[in-house]
């Protein structure tokens, strides 16, 4: 069935490649060799912009402004664009991602969508893995843009307000996608409306589109600060579940990292904190400051994953064993270790702004991006960001070998393996690339090779900039690069003189990565552009993966195992291993599921906040926003006093006297019912709200309350993703009320969300009363 499928959707792809090569490229030619070595090309831009505001015809403008940007590659840096790469432009200007491997010339084929949107002078973003990339593209991409009479903006992480603005206001806009996020972030935190810097989100052109949409999605994008920690409680919470007794208490899962309190645990907490249901949002604080007080006890080890010096709590990055300085565990994690360890706490790092991938590039009206590796990822492309993924065919063939893996029993007889197999390429003058899944295993593969003189690139510890300058090289005779699955992202390996007869690059994967995306990736450095080249796994029983994943199934085939130190090769072994690593494949997409589908409720919040922040931020008149404020307090008031189901003499006068009696409201003794009780404070605040807005004046009130306001509001909404936060830490208990996680949990947040609301009317509203009383018109009757 599967065969089926993907021949399925690979004649798909054909059928879609066939009609463009047929009908769209012989016309782009066409226009190609209409352009003389003399046509102004700015000036053929600002045709194609007069004319797409005309609304002429779409498909035939865009058959031109493929043919200008082939014409202005030529010109600026001496290429001429290839079908597969006009094939690529075209499908992702239909909203498509392309796939193309690697070396067909990715970033060129940017060119074509780049140059078509931004002819519509909305602002596109060219979205990179890294600054370097960004950096480097928009230089060398910028000489074709700037010939086409295109402005380009580089828009980097240390820029000032006015660069970002610069950059913003350019067709395309260069940058990472942290950056991007975090700027929009950041804009729906200021305090001013000239504080922002970007456009409304329009085109975003994504290079390396699985590695942003997919592997980045995992986490979202988070904008936070410091605040006290509450020592007392996280101190309590971990002498509490010092005494907690696996299987008894908590269970762990060793797959996902993840910890839970057992039915018996939560009556013990409910017990000691004198609680009568953990679950009820009032105790969501204390349930998460206890989560995260048992993963401290649990998974979190001392001298593996952190070190206690001189008082501190300090990380250890796990690849490198080195300190990892200024950097804390997030979400209350660092403060539950130093609670354990009993040293003084840290600031907690407190959420100010946070989105999801998924949702932050939701907000454009057109994404599109290439790779050489998304289709295995096609259902969730679709189903998230709503795009198709269309498979090219390489320019030239491809003359790559991929070997059968090679399984071994232990990582000790895995490794003594890969050194004979780098040493024997070496030896012949063919060049290696290894790939490995951390920097232990690069830095392990480097000593082995130094005790042997083999001479070899270490990629790991270096900067962007020289990764991809040592991964050009790596191409050359006799080479040995050793580099983790970070390195090498945009640059092509080009082979040196007679590789090619020695069988061109040889590619050694030391693990397999937690996707096949990224095995291929490594597989993709070698047989670039018709170039020979080869590939190869090493794997054991030992790998990560395997012990986290298929610990039980590995231990039986320890047991059956009659090979010795020699390595197995194809059949079951093959298949076993592509088994553990779909089993990863699909813990991970469990895992950006999750993140996707509680963010999709946060998401409607998050817009919903903002559409009332930005009322405030760029409304001229504050006053009446004021007023209904207070309006919709009082009513709210009135219903929580002075219930409509219980007579007068029932209502709570006390609250009542004590929130409105000193602000100079109507005396509410007397009122019949409820309704009359909401009338009488609607007139009288209307009545007093009219001579204290004439006597203050619009412009002072504006001055005063506009930024007052928005403090307050964004107080709030911290509050309440702090709240979130701590729900989001129990979702997995609903399951054991039959109940539905995200629904349970949705129900909860818009609850949450609600009272927020209420909050912020009730901050608002007693401050501008407080304000009210001091600037009295007239004095006011008050009540007894």
């Known amino acids: 069935m599967s065969f089926l499928i993907d021949s399925i959707l690979g004649n798909r792809d054909h059928r879609k490649v066939d009609k463009i090569r047929k009908r769209v490229l012989p016309r782009i030619d066409s226009c190609y060799r209409s352009l003389q070595p003399a046509t102004n090309l700015q000036e053929l831009t600002i045709e194609l912009r007069l004319r797409l505001q005309r609304g002429e015809d779409r498909e035939e403008l865009r058959l031109i402004a493929f043919a200008a940007v082939k014409e202005a590659v030529r010109r600026a840096l001496g290429i001429t664009m290839h079908d597969v790469q006009l094939i690529g432009g075209w499908i992702m200007c239909e909203g498509s991602i392309a796939e193309m491997m690697t070396g067909e010339g990715k970033t060129i084929v940017s060119l074509l969508p780049a140059y078509w949107f931004g002819l519509h002078g909305k602002g596109v973003h060219m979205i990179t893995v890294n600054e370097y990339l960004a950096s480097r593209d928009c230089e060398e991409m910028g000489k074709v843009f700037r010939l086409l009479g295109l402005s380009v903006g580089l828009n980097l992480a240390n820029g000032s307000e006015s660069d970002k603005k610069a950059a913003y206001l350019c067709d395309l806009t260069y940058g990472t996608c942290t950056e991007f996020g975090f700027d929009y972030l950041r804009d729906h935190m200021a305090l001013r409306p000239e504080q922002r810097v970007q456009r409304a989100l329009y085109a975003a052109i994504v290079d390396e589109v699985d590695s942003i949409l997919i592997d980045e999605a995992r986490t979202p994008l988070i904008i936070a600060g410091k605040t006290k920690a509450a020592p007392d409680l996280y101190y309590v919470c971990a002498r509490f579940v010092r005494g907690l007794i696996e299987t008894r208490d908590y269970e762990v899962d060793r797959e996902t990292k993840q910890v839970m309190f057992t039915e018996a645990a939560i009556r013990k907490i409910e017990a000691a904190f004198v609680i009568d249901n953990l679950y009820e949002l009032e105790h969501t604080t204390i349930y998460h400051y206890l989560l995260q007080s048992l993963r401290a006890k649990v998974l979190m080890q001392r001298d593996v994953d952190y070190i206690v010096a001189d008082g501190q709590v300090r990380l250890i990055d796990a690849f490198t064993g080195r300190i990892l300085i200024g950097r804390q565990f997030s979400e209350g994690l660092q403060q539950a270790i130093e609670a354990k360890e009993a040293v003084p706490l840290s600031d907690e790092n407190r959420t100010y702004a946070t989105i999801t991938i998924q949702k932050f590039f939701g907000l454009y009206e057109q994404i599109v991006g290439m790779t050489g590796t998304i289709k295995t990822e096609e259902e969730e492309m679709r189903r998230i960001y709503g795009l198709d993924v269309v498979t090219l065919p390489t320019h030239k063939p491809v003359l790559r070998k991929d070997y059968d893996d090679i399984v071994f029993l232990t990582k000790e007889a895995k490794y003594d393996q890969v050194i004979d197999e780098i040493r024997s390429r070496h030896d012949r003058g063919q060049p290696v690339l290894v790939g490995t899944t951390s920097v232990r295993q690069s830095e392990y593969i480097a000593d082995r090779l130094s005790r042997l003189q083999v001479p070899f690139r270490l990629l790991n510890a270096k900067t962007e900039t020289e990764e991809a300058e040592l991964v050009a ?312």
């Open 473 to 784: 090289q790596a191409g050359i005779k006799g080479a040995v690069t050793i580099a983790t699955n970070m390195a090498g992202r945009g640059t092509d390996i080009r082979l040196g003189e007679g590789v090619a007869e020695l069988g061109g690059l040889h590619v050694i994967g030391t693990e397999r990565h937690e996707s096949r995306r990224v095995d291929n990736q490594l597989r993709g450095r070698a047989g670039r552009q018709g170039d020979p080249g080869s590939s190869q796994f090493f794997l054991s029983l030992e790998d990560e993966l395997v012990e986290r994943f298929a610990a039980d199934e590995a231990e039986a085939i320890r047991a059956s195992w009659k090979h010795g130190g020699e390595g197995v090769q194809g059949g079951d072994m093959q298949s076993f291993m592509e088994r553990v690593q779909k089993r990863v494949e699909q813990q991970m997409l469990a895992i950006r599921s999750m993140v996707f589908r509680l963010d999709s409720i946060v998401h409607d919040q998050r817009q919903s906040f903002y559409k009332q922040r930005d009322e405030v931020l760029l409304d001229d008149d504050i006053a009446p926003l004021l007023a209904n404020t207070v309006k919709r307090y009082l009513i709210e008031l009135a219903n929580r006093c002075g219930p409509p189901d219980r007579a007068p003499k029932e209502w709570d006068t006390g609250r009542l006297a004590r929130e409105i009696g000193a602000a100079g409201l109507a005396d509410f003794r007397g009122c019949r019912d409820s309704k009359d009780l909401q009338t009488r404070l609607l007139e009288s605040w209307t009545s007093l709200w009219e001579r204290y807005a004439e006597q203050v004046g619009a412009e002072r009130l504006q001055a005063t309350w506009k930024e007052r306001y928005v403090r307050t509001i964004d107080r709030c909404w911290l509050d309440h993703l702090e709240r979130l936060d701590h729900l989001k830490q129990g979702i997995h208990y609903q399951a054991y009320a039959q109940k539905d996680p995200i629904q349970a949990y949705q129900g909860e947040a818009w609850a949450l969300f609600g009272a927020m609301g209420g909050r912020i009317d009730r901050q608002i509203s007693r401050k501008l009363l407080e304000d009210m009383r001091e600037w009295a018109v007239e004095p006011v009757p008050k009540v007894v």
